[in-house]
């Protein structure tokens, strides 16, 4: 088989990387490890930037997502026995919306499927080939059999497990990683959410959210030792523990039932540079990480696709190799200010093992700060609602 990009990886990166360039009529083939119904049962990002929204409307995506997502304005932020609101349209006239990762990624198969573009599924071993010269192929094998697809490009879009940032040598590649001592235990439930906006609540238990997918649908989240087995956690002890770590008046009205989805997971910072080598391109989760405070992950993949889809068509257009060949400068300075974002608020709102009270009373300070400040306000608002591409 020959295509002309092919992509590594069916997660909302890949789709719509595909959907951007089948538009501009650029041919790719995308290769999936797993199934459809597979990715569509990870439950994951909630909050959608406004960059990313438009990049939706854009691939002609927007309707459901108008209709059925909701737009916050700001965000609650709670510690000890108070809670205030940072209000993003006043701040930087922004907004963020709520609008699941599933969802987005459902939009995405759907639009693929009407263009007719292909996607196959259950590839094992993807392997990819000669990325520094100018014919560059991916080999994976389905049903038994090896396969080839020659190709002009390749885009790495295969999460932080995949195959396609290990191809780029060690020698080359510079890797950054911050571990954090915990993790996040998150239930989906379907009952009303306890508030309209988000809760992020700073308590000295460890860290609370309170999150949504829609009105029947509730996302809560509490910081957890990476020692906890999500076994070990009944519905029971989640309510209880949510309870105590957000304020009264949205413990004593919280409404729970049974967890549809429970799980943990861990919390990291995680940067590899360069993102392109010869005529492969990382994006997304396959080439940085950050932690979910602050949503900024599917956002991140977003600007990646927009910054590697304009690169392509100019070139395929006849415009130049301006845009691919800084592709990796342009996406990292933004991924860099976004993981500087996540690792704030990370340390803002978690508690840390060896944090002492001296961290403790700092930590204090700066929700004091970000209170009484509205510049300091200004600066969460610009930095959530997220940064311009
Ligand atoms: P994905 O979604 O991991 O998709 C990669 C795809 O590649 C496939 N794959 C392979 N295919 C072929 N060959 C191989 N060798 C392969 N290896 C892997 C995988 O099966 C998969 O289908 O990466 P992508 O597309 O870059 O998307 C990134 C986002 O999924 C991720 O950044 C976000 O989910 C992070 N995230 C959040 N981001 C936000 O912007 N807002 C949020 O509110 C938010 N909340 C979250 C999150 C992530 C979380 N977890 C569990 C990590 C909350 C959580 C709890
Ligand atoms: C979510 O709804 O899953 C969510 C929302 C905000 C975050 C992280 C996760 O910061």
Same mark, same amino acid.
């Given at each position: ?12 990166s ?27 049962g990870?439950?994951r990002?909630g ?5 990313m ?7 002609g995506?927007?309707?459901r997502?108008?209709a ?5 304005d700001g965000t ?14 006043e701040?930087?006239n ?16 759907t ?6 573009a ?21 080999t994976?094998?389905?049903?038994g059999?090896?396969?080839r697809?020659?190709c002009?490009?390749?885009a ?17 590649r510079?890797?950054?990683?911050k571990?954090?001592?915990? =993790?996040?235990?998150g239930?989906? #439930?379907?009952?009303?959410p306890?508030n309209?906006? !988000? $809760?992020?609540?700073? *308590?000295?238990? %460890?860290?609370?959210?309170?999150s ?8 809560y ?8 087995k ?7 002890m ?12 949205a ?22 540079e ?15 990480i ?6 900024? =992950?599917?956002n991140?993949?977003? #600007? ?7 690169? !392509? $068509?100019?070139?395929? *257009?006849?415009? %130049?190799?301006?845009g ?19 690792w704030w608020?990370?340390?803002l ?5 060896d ?8 930590q204090?300070?700066?929700i ?7 510049v300091?306000?200004?600066?969460l608002?610009e930095?959530y ?5």
């Amino acid at each position: 088989m020959r295509t002309q990009v092919c992509i590594i990886g069916a997660g909302p990166s890949g789709l719509l990387l595909g959907q951007l360039l089948h538009l501009a009529g650029i041919e790719t083939i995308i290769i999936e490890r797993k199934t459809k119904d597979y990715v569509l049962g990870r439950i994951r990002a909630g909050v959608l930037e406004t960059g990313m929204c438009n990049l939706l409307r854009k691939v002609g995506l927007g309707t459901r997502m108008d209709a059925e997502g909701f737009v916050h304005d700001g965000t609650l932020i709670a510690a000890a026995d108070r809670m205030f609101r940072v209000d993003f349209k006043e701040r930087v006239n922004q907004t963020v919306m709520v609008y699941g990762q599933t969802e987005v990624t459902r939009d995405l198969y759907t639009a693929r499927e009407t263009a007719g573009a292909p996607i196959i599924y259950d590839a094992d071993g993807v392997t990819l080939h000669d990325v520094t010269t100018d014919a560059p192929y991916v080999t994976y094998i389905k049903d038994g059999t090896e396969h080839r697809v020659t190709c002009d490009y390749i885009a790495g879009c295969d999460g932080f497990h995949g195959a396609s940032r290990p191809t780029i040598p060690s020698s080359v590649r510079k890797e950054f990683e911050k571990v954090y001592p915990f =993790g996040w235990l998150g239930v989906l #439930s379907e009952t009303p959410p306890v508030n309209h906006e !988000l $809760i992020y609540a700073n *308590h000295a238990r %460890g860290f609370a959210l309170c999150s949504m997918r829609n009105q029947a649908l509730s996302r809560y989240y509490v910081q957890v030792p990476l020692s906890d087995k999500v076994e070990n956690w009944t519905d029971q002890m989640f309510w209880d523990e949510l309870r105590r770590r957000i304020p009264q008046d949205a413990a004593d009205t919280l409404v729970t039932g049974d967890s549809i989805e429970k799980s943990i997971a861990p919390l990291r910072s995680f940067i590899s540079e360069p993102m392109r080598w010869g005529r492969l391109f990382l994006v997304g989760d396959a080439a940085h990480i950050v932690p979910p405070t602050g949503a900024k =992950g599917l956002n991140l993949a977003a #600007s990646d696709v927009h910054y590697l889809s304009e690169g !392509l $068509i100019a070139l395929y *257009h006849g415009d %130049g190799d301006e845009g691919i060949e800084r592709y990796s400068q342009k996406a990292l300075a933004r991924v860099w200010k976004a993981s500087r974002f996540s690792w704030w608020m990370t340390s803002l709102l978690h508690k840390f093992p060896d944090q002492g009270d001296f961290g403790q009373r700092i930590q204090e300070a700066e929700i004091d700060y970000l209170e009484s400040s509205l510049v300091a306000q200004t600066s969460l608002a610009e930095n959530y609602v997220g940064l311009p591409y």
